[in-house]
Nanobody, 119 residues
Framework: QVQLVESGGGLVQAGGSLRLACVASGLPFSLYAMGWFRQAPGKEREFVAS????????SYVDSVKGRCTISRDNAKKTVYLQTNSLKPEDTAVYYC????????????WGQGTQVTVSS
């Protein structure tokens, strides 16, 4: 059974930082590309960042470029999302997801972790 479990969310003031983590189990983690998505109240889920299986390739949505860094530790089966200079518009539930390659849809999703940024 595949599980993705996010952690690290919380309440933070604007300008602060958070590091989200997502621990995977039940899949060959080092063979999967990973992504972070978020969904704000009343809005559709949106892509935030992704990282290739070997960690060499990353991608970000324009709104977080320069503020977010996605990374992974394949030995720990964990993917991270470090976000600095947080803004109130970053408030959302953040989800991690896994897919076999960039040619596949994301097939596994975590339950999400809430990030709330106060102004």
């Amino acid at each position: 059974q595949v599980q993705l479990v996010e952690s690290g969310g919380g309440l933070v003031q604007a300008g602060g930082s958070l590091r989200l983590a997502c621990v995977a189990s039940g899949l060959p983690f080092s063979l999967y590309a990973m992504g972070w998505f978020r969904q704000a109240p009343g809005k559709e889920r949106e892509f935030v960042a992704s990282i290739s299986s070997n960690g060499f390739s990353t991608s970000y949505v324009d709104s977080v470029k320069g503020r977010c860094t996605i990374s992974r530790d394949n030995a720990k089966k964990t993917v991270y999302l470090q976000t600095n200079s947080l803004k109130p518009e970053d408030t959302a539930v953040y989800y991690c997801a896994a897919r076999r390659s960039i040619f596949n849809n994301y097939e596994y999703w975590g339950q999400g972790t809430q990030v709330t940024v106060s102004s």
